[in-house]
């Protein structure tokens, strides 16, 4: 079965500092693997996924993940904060013993940018 | 502008009364979902519409009652609810196919009372 854990449920930044919060997952199959953002009272929005195309996958806002199998991790960064970055961060696996589009999600992690 | 809309955005209802969320998407996904996001809890998966068909049905309460008429539309049927369901409920959609990404909703907040 396909899971995922998200270290850290809050990170704190500065403005300009580097963001990098953490995903590891766990799959017996090549996972596609996702980053969603939620930003207060809205819904979630993709932020990048990995479909096995390139270790290194770029996102919207700056944002980016690098597949590393060895490590079973899908990081997220940033290399300088905005203070817009400041949301909650979901990272995702397929779900394939479900529903085939379905997808399992982390538990979250919110990030605050400080000034 | 999301391809999914949910509406209302707010709700406040009362534990005797029956009220019920819409979501339509605009997308031709033929897949739909409903998603509890409570505080401090991890987004739970509720419903699972494939074509119109419930595929899936993670042990939620029957006080919960989707209804999916077609590939487009889905509802959730509330009724006797408890304080505890107080939460946001997402609606999503996607091409039920792995690897496929999801499209979420704004999201509906339900407060009981």
């Known amino acids: 079965a396909q899971s995922v854990t998200q270290l850290g449920s809050h990170v704190s930044v500065s403005e300009g500092a580097l963001v990098l919060l953490r995903c590891n997952y766990s799959s017996s199959v090549p996972p596609y693997l996702f980053w969603y953002v939620q930003y207060p009272n809205q819904g979630l929005q993709l932020l990048l996924k990995y479909t096995s195309a390139a270790t290194l996958v770029k996102g919207i806002n700056g944002f980016e993940a690098e597949f590393k199998k060895s490590e079973t991790s899908f990081h997220l960064t940033k290399p300088s904060a905005h203070m817009s970055d400041a949301a909650e961060y979901f990272c995702a696996v397929s779900d394939y013993g479900g529903s085939q589009g379905n997808l399992i999600f982390g538990k979250g992690t919110k990030l605050s940018v400080k000034p | 502008e999301t391809g999914v809309t949910q509406t209302p955005r707010h709700l406040v209802m009362g534990m005797t009364n029956k009220k019920s969320l819409k979501c339509e998407q605009h997308l031709g996904h033929n897949a739909m979902y409903w998603y509890k996001q409570s505080a401090k809890k991890p987004l739970e998966l509720m419903f699972v519409?494939?074509?119109?068909?419930?595929?899936e049905n993670n042990s939620v309460p029957s006080r919960f009652s989707p209804e999916c008429p077609n590939s487009s539309h889905l509802f959730l049927h509330l009724h006797t609810l408890q304080p505890e369901d107080s939460a946001l409920y997402l609606c999503?959609?996607?091409?039920?196919?792995?690897?496929?990404?999801?499209?979420f909703g704004e999201g509906s907040w339900l407060t009981v009372v």
């Open positions: 999503a959609s996607s091409q039920d196919k792995v690897g496929n990404t999801i499209y």
């Open positions: 519409y494939n074509f119109k068909e419930q595929t």
